[in-house]
């Protein structure tokens, strides 16, 4: 672009070229003085606001245009900002925009000037693109926040009182939530009885919500009955699975409700005795009825009592349940149903002590039977047991506690009755009584081949198809020193009762395989006759397993001696499995595998230990005899060797009771 020029009436085609600067620049500042170039100064300076205010114009004309996208005021303001310094960046020294749509090259660096200007054009489209594609442009995003799951219902309930809950779910956003599905952990015990909508699958606890549209809602009612211990708490916890539109990945609402069990239908109460000496028997009185604010009747309850080792049941005026002896049912409660327990405290050797017993009234629901029962209700009582003037003791089989024997084994059985107090005990009578299988109407206890010195009286009688009671009675006819006994002193009593063998009974005939001997004491203290009884000795009979060793030899054969050796099982009473016999051998011993002949399972010898053993998995009472035959033999004799083979272990499991068996067989000597 040209430099202005200025008119003027010298010549300067005579004169040097600095010459001609120095009197141009004279006469500009002759042509405009101070005062007009201030003048000038101020023109320029309105025409650049002018300029500015008319770019400012158009920008909000270009704002206004993007209104019609519906930016938001935010958007719109942000838009303002970048025109203005956009502005700034090109505007012209005088405040007016640059003429982009034609250009004036200068001769010199044109290519520059040209590349320059394409580039910042480029800049300012992508400047502008960015704007618009990124910053203005209007997108829905999706947050976990919006998306709302509730549940609501009752807090506190009654023992099968019906229930309903409301679950409610919205998708609070734009964004729609696609494969929405609602699950639902119900509380232990919890019955349901409808929904609506009606769930999805049998369970009664899934949901298809298929898509949720943005700001859709809905909720499901549920109603059931909740039969819980009562004082338990309980939870409801709901699972909203769902895929947001815009992911590919699903998330998970999750909302809990709790409840507690507060109130019962069923009312237990127990009436028991503040003190009670040791071994004498208490009566214990448990009366259920309904709450008053409930409508009967109910169904499917029981009464039970909680094991104490100290307390013995003796009898109860209600029937127990065949399978616990400490739970009597009640099928249906109308009103109020009382029953009495009758038992006795085992004394302990610390003194006078309290003992806890724990009564509870349980139920089932009778839609599921197969869940364990739950607690209507619950009492503890406390009773003092004082130690009392009489104590006994009774051993069994050299043991005070449970026994076991096999069929065909005796009992030896010591009872010892001692007056702990300060006074004599007088008339002191003194029974024994077995509860034992029976089959036949006939006990599994051989009574015939009692042995007994002190000659007590025997009774009988048949209790049920399977039981049947004997007892023998003492007093001071039997036994002089039951008369009167001092105190400090004791009086002991022995005596022997074998149980019945397979030659004395057809063992498969009997069903049940446990009884108990008992022992009651019934004396007189200062004029007043006082009872107090030991705790029962459990006695279970097991198999009547059974080893014996023959053995046929010595029978010479050149310079050796054989022995030919039979093993023999037997057994009728109960069936068994994982047998194992097994014995060790001694001296120069040879061993004839030829001669070897195994009824069942298998045997096998070892040289190097010279061990034979014999494995069986099962003998059912159906086969009630093994044998294993072999042959040993002895290939020179030793004048100090006295035993051929060990005693023979046996070892065997019986199926009915569980117990393991263990038997020693007889050595071979030589």
């Known amino acids: 672009m040209a430099n202005p020029s200025f008119s003027s009436n010298h010549s300067s085609s005579d004169a040097p070229a600095n010459a001609s600067l120095a009197e141009d620049h004279d006469f500009v500042e002759k042509e405009i003085g101070p005062s007009e170039l201030d003048e000038k100064k101020s023109r320029e300076k309105a025409v650049r606001k002018e300029t500015k205010k008319k770019n400012h114009t158009q920008l909000r004309a270009k704002q206004k245009n993007a209104s019609d996208y519906n930016f938001s005021k935010k958007d719109a303001k942000k838009m303002e900002t970048i025109g203005k310094q956009l502005v700034e960046i090109y505007e012209n020294g005088d405040g007016s925009m640059p003429d982009m749509s034609a250009f004036s ?25 960015w704007v618009g594609f990124f910053v203005f442009q209007p997108r829905a995003s999706f947050s976990q926040e919006d998306v709302v799951l509730s549940i609501s219902g009752e807090e506190t309930l009654m023992i099968g009182e019906r229930a309903q809950y409301r679950i409610r779910y919205r998708n609070n956003q734009s964004v729609s939530l696609e494969k929405a599905e609602l699950e639902i952990r119900y509380p232990a015990g919890f019955v349901f009885e409808e929904a609506n909508p009606a769930p999805a699958d049998d369970m ?18 549920i109603v059931g009955r909740l039969y819980a211990d009562v004082e338990t708490e309980q939870s409801f916890r709901i699972f909203l699975n769902y895929t947001p539109s815009n992911f590919s990945s699903s998330f998970q609402k999750v909302a809990t409700v709790n409840m507690t069990v507060t109130e019962t239908p069923v009312i237990l109460l127990v009436d028991a005795p503040k003190e009670i000496l040791s071994g004498v028997d208490a009566s214990f009185s448990a009366s259920v009825r309904l709450a008053d604010a409930y409508e009967g009747p109910i169904t499917n309850l029981a009464i039970v009592l909680e094991p104490n080792p100290r307390f013995t049941k003796k009898e109860t005026s209600e029937p127990s349940d065949p399978f616990d002896d400490l739970r009597w049912p009640v099928s249906v409660l109308e009103k109020e149903k009382t029953m009495t327990i009758k038992g006795f405290f085992a004394p302990d050797a610390s003194g006078p002590s309290d003992v806890p017993l724990t009564f509870k009234v349980i139920g089932w629901n009778s839609a599921l039977p197969s869940l364990d029962p739950f607690v209507f209700d619950e009492e503890t009582v406390t009773v003092h047991v004082a130690q009392a003037d009489l104590s006994g003791t009774m051993v069994v089989n050299g043991t005070a506690g449970d026994v076991t ?12 009755v001692k007056n702990n107090g300060q006074e004599p005990v007088e008339h002191i009578r003194v029974r024994a009584v077995f509860d034992m299988p029976s089959a036949d109407n006939k006990s599994i206890l051989h009574w015939a081949l009692l042995d007994d010195p002190q000659d007590g009286i025997i009774e009988g009688e048949q209790r049920s198809p399977t039981e049947r009671r004997g007892s023998i009675l003492w007093g001071e006819a039997e036994i002089g020193a039951l008369t009167a006994l001092p105190p400090g002193s004791e009086v002991s009593i022995d005596f022997s009762l074998p149980v019945k063998s397979a030659d004395d009974a057809d063992l498969a005939q009997f069903l049940t395989h446990e009884g108990t001997v008992s022992i009651d004491v019934q004396y007189d203290m200062n004029k007043t006759k006082q009872l107090f009884s030991l705790a029962p000795v459990q006695i279970t009979i097991q198999s009547d397993l059974a080893l014996r060793v023959e053995d ?31 014995a060790e051998w001694y001296g120069d011993l040879a061993w004839d595998e030829s001669a070897l002949s195994t009824p069942a399972g298998n045997a096998s010898f070892d040289p190097s230990t010279k061990t034979l053993t014999w494995n069986i998995e099962q003998m059912p009472t159906s086969v009630d005899v093994l044998a294993l035959e072999f042959v040993v033999a002895l290939q020179t004799k030793n004048p100090t060797q006295t035993k051929l083979s060990s005693p023979v272990k046996l070892r065997a499991k019986d199926t009915v009771t569980g117990s393991e068996i263990f038997l020693l067989g007889d050595e071979i000597a030589l």
């Open 405 to 416: 024997v096999q069929p065909g084994e005796k009992m030896h059985i010591t009872l010892v």
């Open 105 to 129: 090259q200068r001769k010199r660096n044109g290519l520059f000037r040209v590349s320059l200007t394409f580039l910042s054009v480029v800049a300012l489209l992508c400047v502008v693109a």
């Open 552 to 582: 046929s030899g010595p029978v010479a054969k050149g310079t050796s001696e054989r022995h030919p050796v039979r093993w023999i099982l037997t057994n009728t009473f109960h069936p068994l499995e994982n047998i194992q016999l097994s």
């Open 204 to 221: 009664h606890d899934r949901w298809d919500l298929g898509e949720l549209a943005g700001n859709e809602s809905g909720y499901i009612d």
